[in-house]
Structure formats: C-alpha cells, structure tokens
C-alpha cells in the first residue's frame, strides 16, 4: 500500500497544503510517495521544491515533474501524468489538497482510473473509509470506497500538518508529462487587496457600540487586512452612526458564517447572534466579562479593546 | 389542494423572488414609506402585474390559482408589496381587460400588464365604503366632455398611480344604474392627491385621498355602457376577495416561519424551546390555521376559475384567512417574546401589515352580510 | 454552437436540512426541492451566450429520479430550448452521472457543456472534470467569466488568491462559480412556453451506461457541536490558539 500525494504546485518551498494533505496521507498507513509538479523555466523552482519536500518528515520518495507543460497546473495535462505514475507505481491511493488546484486535478484523474474520488476528506477512518462534509457542513458522511485506487482530496483545515523538516527521501525524475494540446495558460490575476464581501469574507472583524466611535474602526480595518478579513458591525453600532447599514451582521443585517469571526466590542445582542452563530470559529474581545458574546465565544479574551486589538494585529 | 406542475412553477418563481428581493428590504421600506418602483418594476419584467391578463395584451395568460399562490408569496416577501400588486392585478387590469374597448386597451391594458403603469381604483368615498350606491363623486356631461368632481378615500397607488379607474354617478335619478366608470389619467388636471394617509402598517404602499377638481375627459374615457359603473365595481368582487385572502395567507405563512426558526434556535432553560410543548403546541395550531386558511382560499379560486358562482366562498375565504392572519401573526410575536415586540424580527411588522386585510375590499362585517345572505 | 447544460435536483438551498434519525442520510421527504443553484447559473450563461447570438440551442440534461423533470422544466423556464432527463433511482454519484453525460455528449454533439461546479447536496466538485476527462475535452472549471471564440473559449477561472485565464480548445466543458453571473427568475410567460417544450425521458440502462455507486455511504452524523468556549488570558495565547487548536489564520 503506497499513497502518492501531489504536491500543490509552487516554485518556493513547501506549500502548507501539501503538509496536511501528507497529514491525512500519514493517516492510512503505508509509503507516501510526493509528485512535486510544475515548470522551473530555467530556474531552480521545481527542483528546490522537491529538494524541500524530500526533507519532509514521512517522505519516502519524491517523485518530480518540470516541463512546461506542466505550468499553471492545466488539469488536461497534470491528469495524464498522475494517471501514468498510478499505473506503472502500483499506488493504492492519490491524494490532493482540496486547493481550487487539487479540485480542478483530481477528478479528472479519477475518472481517467475508472474510480470515485472522494472529495474533501475531513477524517480518515481505514484505508477505504473517511468521513466528509455534506450539505455544506451540516451533515457529515462516512464513505467506503470499493475501488482498487481511493483518489480523494483533502480538507487542510482538518488535518495536522506534518513537519518540514526530519525526512530524507529520494528524488527521482517522472517522465510522461506531455501537451495534450486542449488548454492554454493566458494569464493570471491576484487579488487585489481589497476586503472581501461580508457574506462571502473567510475572515469577518466585526464592531459594536464597544467601538465608541466611528473614527475608531480604522484599528478593526488594520487588523482585517492583516488577515484578509471583511468589516462587519453589530446593529448597535450601525444604529449610532459609526458605520453605514451595509457593514450590519445580524438578523437584520447580513447573515454570515466564515470560518472566523472576531467581535470587538460587542455585548452579543440575539438579533446579532442570529447572524453569525453559525461561523465556525468565534473570538470576542470585549472587557465586559459578563457579556452574552462570550457564551458562544470559542475564544474569549476579556480586556480593553483599544489596547488589544493593535497588539492582534501586529502578532498575526 | 393539489396544483399543478405549471403553478408550482410560478408559486416557487414568487416565492423565490420574494425571499430574495422583496423581503429583505420589507423592515426598511416599512420605516421610510419609499415606494417600492425598482421592485415592482422587476415585478412587472416577470409578469406578475398582468397574471391574469392574455399575450395578446401584453399578459402572463396564466390561471386564476397561479395568481393567487403568486399573491400568496409575494405577500409573504412584503404584504404591502402584495397589496399594490393586488390592486393592479385585480381591480386595475381586470375591469379594463373585461370591459374597455380595444382603444381603452390598446392605451392602458398593455403598459399596466407590463407594469409600466400602475392602476388605481377610485371607489370609496369619504361617506361611502362598501355602499357604493351612496356616492357622491358626480360626473356631468359637457359636450363631448365628462366633468368630474369629488373625493375618493383610501385610494391604494393613488399617488403613483397612472391611470384611476373612477366610479362617478351620471344620473342621480337613477340610483346605482346613474353610475358610470372613468377611465382617468392621472396626469388630467383637477386629479389631486389631497393627503396621503399615515397607516398603522403596509406603509410602503401609498393609500391617498384623491379630490377631483373639475377633472375634464372625453367621453371615450368612459369604460363600459353609461350607467354601468355599478356592475364594473362589483363584477370582480370575488376575485378581489380571494387575493386578500391570499395575502392574508401569505403574511401569515412569513410571521409562522420567522417564529417556527426562532423556536428551534432559542433555547430556555437548556432546550430549544420549540422542544416546549407549549411552545410547539401553539406552532402546531398556527401551521393548521394556515393550511385551513390556504384551502379555503384556493378552494374559492378553483371555484372562480372554472366561472362557478364563488360570492359565499370567496367571503368565508377572506373572512377567515384575515382573522386567521392576526391571530396568527400575534401568536409569532407570542413566540419571539419581547423580541417579538421590537423591530429586530419582522413579525411586529407583519402583524401591523396584516391588520387591514380585515378591512379593505370589504370589512369582516360586511363578509358576514354577505355570508349570512347566502345561508 | 449547441450547448448542453447539466443540472440537479437538490434539496433547496433554503431548507436547514437535518441528519436522519437512523443515520443513513438527510431528511428529504417533505423537502422543499429546486435546481442546484450552481446549475442554475450554468443554465442563465447557457441563455446569455444563446441572447448573445453565440449559441444556437440549449439542450438541458439531469440525471436523477422522475422528479426531476420538474427541475427540467424549470430550466426551459429561464430559457433552454429542450430537454432529456436519464431516469434512474439509484444514487447519483459523479463518475456515474459523467459517464451518463458522456454518453448524451456524444449524441448530442455540443460544443461546449456548462455544469455547476458542484452540487449543494453531496459538495462533491466532480461531474465537470469527470466528464471532460472521459471526453478527452479541456476543462475550465469554477469559471466567473467565459468568451467564446472561433474553435477556442476564454475562461477566467476563479483560483486560490486570485483570477486565473485560460484558453480551451472547443468543444470543452466549463463549471461555474457564483460570479459568473446572476441567475434570472423565469417570467410568467416562459413558464407558460416551457411546458410546450421538449422533454424526453431516456432510461440509463438505454444508453449503455452503469450508475452503480462506487461509494457506499455507511453513515451520516450531525457535525461536531460547537465545544464550550475558553477564555484565553492574552493576545499571544488567543493567536497561538487560533493557529494551532483552530488553525484558522
């Protein structure tokens, strides 16, 4: 039983990814393999990469890729790749980090080996058995797959990551990789810095009436461009003028659920709970102990918001 | 009752639209009193300001069920909404779809099913509600003119408005036959709108008194035969009485499920309280309230569409489903406990729009007149 | 160009759905059901390049249980111009459905197939890649802008961190993310001409195609509670919780 993992595609060290999708790899026991892809265009990139990956505690081989084609990650041409080394390696399963690369790549794979793939593993149960979300999280499956290869992809959030460092593990050149002539790489666009969406926001910093003032929430924009985070406020706050009604999170406001969110300053009125209990991490900062906010609070700090949200922003 | 693939379709088309474009700027329009143009404008795009009127005028063509659960959910989204969308549908297009002359049609039928122009219904008098033989609006011949003169009360889109269909008497020898009916521009000098009435809810929709001053229209503005206004007001009666059921049901149906998820969410004394038997008792009741309602209301629309005679049933609809819609609506707040009672939830607002369905297109009195005469 | 949409019967997105009591799944009997809202934006890109004088016939596909018609119908609706729905009752799982489709692509002969990039029932994010694999085609997935052109489309793809473009060679298939654009409502009188149009039931055993599942489902649990909360004693220790017990920044 051998997992061949493919690394999420980087020409600068170890991406966080590819650490927890060896996480989840290291769960089902057996050799882990990792094919470390992409296009150096006369550079170091993939090679240092697979260097890197090499030290990798868990690592036994290193697999690598470095062609053109293989640049941007082009599924059409990754896929035929992956499904040549799953072939001639024998592997028993693939796993790629559930990163928009792995989504795009995986499935094709899959198909391309007849087999399922499992998508966004959160748990490893057995070497044929995970545990998923569906339904957007509010309901959690246990899956058995009956295929000869388990393709699956990896919620990097649920797993640790393994260490960087305490591996040595061979590097050997894969061949295969050729233009299957189908897709292009025309260009690419980082986000601009801008703060995100409120209902769509990863990350919401939200202030209530703790704020004082509306010349206050310079100090919560600090901090949510430091995480890449939206501003949100309480009702309260919006009712004292601080911020305009678009910024209200709440029952009559936008109703949110990121994967953080951080009240400042606010007490926890219901109306507000309504619109943000369902996020999966709460922090509250709000020097009131006895505020409601902090019984659904996974993480409270109970302290003067004017002097703990500059020392946030400076620690993330 | 069951429906048909068709009307699903529409119901969830409305339903749809309501959740998403309608109910989520109901708190804010209740608290300026904006008229809602943009949403009946879209409201128009999708035809539901002429459901009942035919392609060929511009229309959706669809049957009277599909109006009313469309009613129902547009109610739901925001019940002043559906009121405007009520009065359009039912006493702004349908008379001029039944009884204008293909000119008359040709001018107004085609922008009012389209939602391009909105229609009023100039009926009530300051002196007259459901008497409409004791108007006192006069219209004289002059010429090849009409004069009008008068005041009209509770005047729904009297203010935005584009045309008003206006009941006037022509021959007062001739008691309700010395009635006729006018179609008005609104733009007609002499059509005035003389106060705009502060309401208790459905603020949105504008409820205005009209005064008409020496209003001039050529005698093609009349709709129908001399001495007809009588049988024009009355002839959709039912229909109207249906849709105020609908919106009863409607706002109802919203008011019972902000307080059924209220009920799940809010937990007391370590359960959420909808795990309360009092709590989930009274929901069980609200729920059953409503379905009784919808089915005596869509019972009342079958009838009508199949051109059976309706009167009875389209009253014990209204009668019931807007008694129905208070109690319910006072039972969510119940449920919300002082948050029911505070604007942060909409069922406070909900209750206060629902109250007039006890009242406009006929009072619950008048209902029972007309119940009880049926026996 | 022909275009073929791939859409699915899902509970709607609206209801809080609730984990069985015996564990094997959710509850869906009297379930309020729609389109997939990714399939729907699939369908309004499919009108859109169709209004555009870019396609020329939109063919719309489910693979699910008769019901699905109803999602079906929806779609002419808001535009398409017929419709095949591949009855079956088992379990629709990706691989399956890509097979199915597969097998109607090669029929149909489209020039491109927009799917919704994923489901909102299962989450999965497969059927697109699945069958653009299975048909040798390019893919552009999580899509927020698309360009055809002569024998080749634009996508701009919706990637970690940023835009991504690509260009595809034609025929291809392309899943959509929520920006691509905003899904109409279907009017009153589309509603009233869907149901003239075209719907044709095909049986999945007619097209040659096994939609056993590959993956059996062996339970289904509420997701974890919330855990009581912890008061932490300082900014330090709040960041060191967030990245190593939450490992959300």
Same mark, same amino acid.
């Given at each position: 039983m051998t997992t061949l993992v493919i690394a999420?595609?980087?020409?600068?060290?170890?991406k966080v990814p590819t650490l927890t999708t060896l996480g989840a790899a290291s769960k089902l026991g057996g050799d882990v393999h990792v094919l470390v892809l992409g296009y150096s265009d006369g550079g170091q990139g993939v090679g240092a990469v697979a260097e890197a990956t090499a030290k990798v505690?868990?690592?036994?081989k290193v697999l690598t890729a470095d062609a053109a084609e293989l640049a941007h990650g082009l599924a059409e041409n990754v896929a035929p790749l992956v499904v040549g080394l799953v072939k001639s390696g024998g592997y028993s399963h693939v796993l790629a980090p559930s990163t928009t690369f792995g989504k795009n790549v995986a499935p094709r794979v899959a198909a391309l080996l007849d087999v399922a793939q499992i998508s966004d593993?959160?748990?490893?149960?057995?070497p044929d058995t995970f545990t998923r979300p569906i339904y957007a999280g509010n309901a959690i499956a246990t899956v058995q797959s009956s295929d000869p290869v388990k393709v699956a992809t990896v919620r990097g959030t649920a797993f640790e990551a393994v260490a960087a460092t305490g591996g040595s593990a061979a590097v050997e050149a894969a061949a295969g990789a050729a233009?299957?002539?189908l897709s292009k790489f025309v260009s690419q666009e980082v986000s601009k810095s801008e703060r995100p969406e409120l209902t769509s926001a990863r990350v919401i910093v939200s202030g209530g009436r703790?704020?004082?003032?509306?010349?206050?929430f310079p100090l919560l924009e600090a901090l949510a461009d430091k995480l890449g985070a939206a501003v949100g406020a309480s009702r309260a706050a919006v009712d004292a003028g601080?911020?305009?009604?678009?910024?209200q999170v709440g029952q009559t406001g936008k109703i949110v659920a990121p994967e953080l969110y951080i009240a400042v300053?606010?007490?926890?009125?219901i109306q507000h709970l309504a619109g943000?209990?369902?996020?999966k991490v709460i922090v509250a900062i709000n020097?009131?102990?006895?505020?409601?906010?902090f019984q659904i609070a996974d993480y409270g700090l109970v302290a003067d918001l004017f002097k703990a949200v500059p020392e946030l922003t400076a620690e993330v | 009752m069951l429906i048909t693939e068709e009307q699903a379709m529409v119901r969830d088309m409305a339903r749809a639209f309501a959740r998403e474009r309608l109910a989520p700027g109901a708190a804010e329009r209740d608290r300026t009193?904006?008229?809602p143009a943009d949403e009946l404008k879209a409201m128009g795009e999708l035809g539901l300001m002429g459901m009942l009127v035919p392609e060929e005028w511009g229309?959706?063509? @669809? *049957?009277i069920l599909s109006y009313v659960l469309a009613i129902e959910e547009i109610a739901a989204g925001d019940g002043a909404i559906s009121t405007i969308m009520s009065v359009h549908n039912s006493v702004g297009c349908a008379p001029i779809l039944k009884f204008g002359t293909p000119a008359q049609k040709e001018r107004y039928l085609r922008a009012m099913a389209s939602g391009q122009m909105l229609g009023a219904f100039c009926l009530t008098e300051p002196q007259a509600g459901s008497d409409a033989?004791?108007?006192?609006t006069r219209a004289v011949r002059d010429g090849d003119h009409w004069v009008i003169n008068g005041a009209k009360q509770f005047?729904?889109?009297?203010?935005?408005?584009?045309v008003a269909l206006v009941f006037a008497v022509?021959?007062?020898?001739?008691?309700?036959?010395?009635i006729s009916a006018f179609l008005v521009? @609104? *733009?007609?000098?002499?059509?005035?709108?003389?106060r705009l009435e502060h309401k208790l809810?459905?603020?949105?929709?504008d409820t205005a008194q009209i005064v008409f001053d020496n209003v001039r229209v050529p005698?093609?503005?009349?709709?129908?035969?001399?001495?007809?206004g009588y049988r024009i007001a009355l002839a959709n009666l039912e229909g109207g009485r249906i849709g105020i059921a609908a919106q009863s049901v409607g706002m109802a149906q919203a008011a019972f499920n902000a307080a059924r998820d209220y009920a799940r969410e809010r937990t007391s004394m370590g359960v959420a309280?909808?795990?309360?038997q009092a709590v989930a008792f009274r929901l069980a009741d609200m729920a059953t309230r409503i379905e009784a309602a919808r089915q005596l209301m869509l019972h009342a629309a079958s009838l009508r569409q199949a051109g059976q005679p309706c009167l009875k049933e389209a009253s014990m609809a209204k009668l019931f489903a807007s008694e129905m819609a208070e109690r319910v609506c006072s039972d969510a707040i119940q449920t919300f406990g002082g948050y029911g009672y505070v604007?942060?939830?909409?069922v406070e607002r909900i209750y206060r729009d629902v109250r007039v369905c006890q009242i406009y297109e006929g009072t619950s009195d008048i209902q029972k007149l007309v119940i009880s005469r049926n026996l | 160009m022909k275009v073929l949409v791939a859409v699915k019967r899902v509970v709607d997105y609206n209801v809080k759905v609730r984990v069985k009591a015996d564990g094997m799944g959710v509850e869906t009997a009297n379930v309020k059901m729609s389109m997939n809202p990714f399939d729907e934006i699939a369908v309004e890109e499919a009108v859109r390049l169709k209004e555009a004088g870019k396609a020329t016939e939109i063919v719309v596909v489910s693979v699910g249980p008769t019901q699905a018609q109803e999602t079906l119908r929806t779609a002419l609706a808001m535009g398409a111009d017929r419709a095949i729905l591949v009855q079956t009752d088992v379990e629709t799982q990706s691989l399956g459905v890509a097979k199915a489709l597969k097998a109607l692509a090669e029929k149909e002969q489209p020039g491109l197939v927009i799917l919704g990039k994923?489901?909102?029932?299962?989450?999965?994010?497969?059927t697109g890649q699945m069958l653009a694999a299975l048909l040798g085609w390019a893919q552009g997935t999580f899509a927020s802008k698309v360009v055809p052109a002569e024998g080749t489309i634009a996508v701009t793809r919706e990637i970690d961190g940023g835009l991504e473009t690509v260009e595809l060679k034609l025929p291809a298939v392309v899943t959509t993310d929520l920006r691509l654009n905003e899904p109409r409502y279907a009017s009153l009188p589309n509603i009233m001409k869907a149901k003239k149009k075209p719907l044709e039931t095909v049986d999945a055993a007619s097209l040659g195609v096994d939609l056993t599942p590959?993956?059996?489902?062996l339970k289904v649990a509420e997701p974890p509670k919330r855990a009581g909360g912890v008061k932490v004693g300082s900014v330090q220790e709040l960041v060191a919780k967030l990245k190593t017990e939450a490992r959300v920044i």
């Open positions: 999420e595609p980087s020409v600068e060290g170890v505690a868990g690592v036994a593993i959160t748990g490893v149960e057995s233009d299957a002539g703790g704020m004082q003032s509306g010349d206050n601080f911020v305009p009604n678009d910024y300053g606010i007490s926890g009125a943000m209990k369902d996020s020097k009131d102990e006895e505020a409601p906010i | 009193s904006a008229f229309g959706a063509g @669809t *049957d033989s004791a108007l006192k005047i729904t889109n009297g203010q935005n408005a584009g022509t021959d007062p020898a001739a008691g309700k036959k010395g521009p @609104t *733009d007609t000098p002499g059509y005035t709108v003389a809810g459905q603020r949105c929709s005698h093609e503005a009349m709709l129908g035969e001399p001495g007809q309280i909808i795990e309360h604007d942060d939830f909409p | 994923q489901a909102i029932d299962d989450d999965a994010n497969q590959r993956l059996k489902t």
